[in-house]
Each structure stands twice: as C-alpha cells, then as structure tokens.
C-alpha cells in the first residue's frame, strides 16, 4: 500500500529565506509526483508535476526534484515571499492504486 | 473558462442527521472526484466517475455515503447519517478523462466544509 509521508509538518521562516519541504513515498513504482498549494479554505492548485524518468521541474522560484529509487522529493522555495504562506500537498500517482496518493501537508508560514 | 464549483461552502450539522453536497465539474470534463480531506491530513478519493458511470468508490463508507451523477455533469455526495469524524472538507475535482490524471490538469474546487457536532 502506497503511503506518502511529508516532513516537517509545520515551517515558519523568515522572508528571503530559501527552503526545502520533503516529501517520501514508500511504494516507487509511480507515474509521476506531484506538488499542490492549498491557501486556507481554497481547494488545490498544482505547482509542478515530474514524470517518473524526469529529475527535476522548475517554475520561477520553485524548483522540485525527484529521486524514484529512494522514494524521495524535495521542494525547494528560493527567497521566500509572505504570499508563499499555505499548506504544500505532494501526490503521487501510479503503481499498484492507480490513484492519486496525497501526503499530510507542510503548512509554511513566512514571516515579513 | 469557470472552474469546478461546489455548495454549500460550510455546513453545521448535529450528528445522526443529513447532508448533501454538489458538484458542478468544468464544462465537457467527463471524470469527476470526490475527496475527503480531514484537518491535517491529504485529501483522500471517495469515489471517481466517468461520465455517469462510477469508476473506483472502494473507499466510499457505503453505509452512510452515496454519491451520484445524473446525466454524466452534475454530482450530488450524500451523508445519511453523518457521524463526528465525518467532519472534513469535501473536495471536488474534474478532468476531462481519466488518462488527464497522468498529465496533472485535474482541478479542484474550493471544497464544502462539513462540521459534525
């Protein structure tokens, strides 16, 4: 059974900081990762989505890779903004569920 | 282009009674989710659609929850009757087909917040 584990749960920086929210998975035969952005009481927007045989997507200051093998992804925020402030969901799709699998969520707060 | 729209935003409810939830996916999406997210926890799927034919709804509690899809557009979740851990936000999504999953342009809507007291 897939199962998608996000660390830390919560992070508070400082703005202008860069930062990196992780993201692991226990079964590696997906499809693609993905990661959303939920702001508070709004539903999901998707921020990047990597393929299976790709490493790494960008957009803008985010930038997340992905390490199949070892079941890890990393997202990783450069000079952090106040408006970066919400709840990161990663999600993975494939393997044996065909489903999309969403992890618990790091909730950052970025502090002007 | 309108985005997938949901009613009621929030809803109190007391324990035991009913409540129902729709859905209006994005025009000429034909697959549309139902998920279940809990405070501090992932969304997780209740049941997909296709058109108006259901997909996966292996983790739909059948006991209490329904869901349908008249005419392969609207959709309509139903709890009957609700319980204290069903208090979560019920989120909706469409895509235009099931393969779109692979490719990310799944859509959500801002979700029903359900409060069971």
């Known amino acids: 059974k897939q199962e998608v584990t996000q660390i830390p749960a919560a992070l508070s920086v400082p703005e202008g900081e860069n930062l990196v929210l992780n993201c692991s998975f226990t079964d590696s035969a997906i499809y693609n990762l993905q990661w959303f952005r939920q702001d508070p009481g709004k539903g999901l927007t998707s921020l990047l989505l990597i393929q299976s045989s790709q490493r790494e997507q960008t957009s803008g200051r985010l930038n997340a890779s992905l390490d199949k093998s070892s079941g890890r992804s990393t997202l990783y925020i450069a000079a952090s903004q106040p408006g970066d402030s919400a709840t990161y969901l990663c999600?993975?799709?494939?393997?044996?569920?065909?489903?999309?699998?969403f992890g618990t969520g790091t909730l950052l707060a970025v502090q002007p | 282009e309108a985005g997938v729209a949901q009613s009621p935003r929030y809803k109190i409810i007391e324990k035991r009674q009913s409540v129902a939830f729709w859905c209006n996916p994005i025009?000429?999406?034909?697959?549309l989710y139902w998920y279940q997210q809990i405070l501090g926890q992932g969304p997780k799927l209740l049941i997909q659609?296709?058109?108006?034919?259901?997909?996966?709804d292996s983790q739909l509690p059948k006991d209490r929850f329904s869901a349908e899809r008249l005419k392969g557009v609207d959709s309509t979740l139903k709890i009957q009757p609700a319980k204290l851990e069903d208090s979560a936000v019920y989120l909706c999504?469409?895509?235009?087909?099931?393969?779109?999953?692979?490719?990310?342009?799944?859509?959500f809507g801002e979700g029903s917040r359900l409060t069971v007291l």
């Open positions: 999600a993975v799709y494939g393997g044996a569920t065909n489903k999309l699998i």
């Open positions: 999504a469409s895509s235009k087909g099931t393969q779109y999953v692979r490719t990310g342009e799944l859509f």
């Open positions: 025009s000429g999406h034909a697959t």
């Open positions: 659609f296709q058109n108006n034919g259901v997909v996966d």
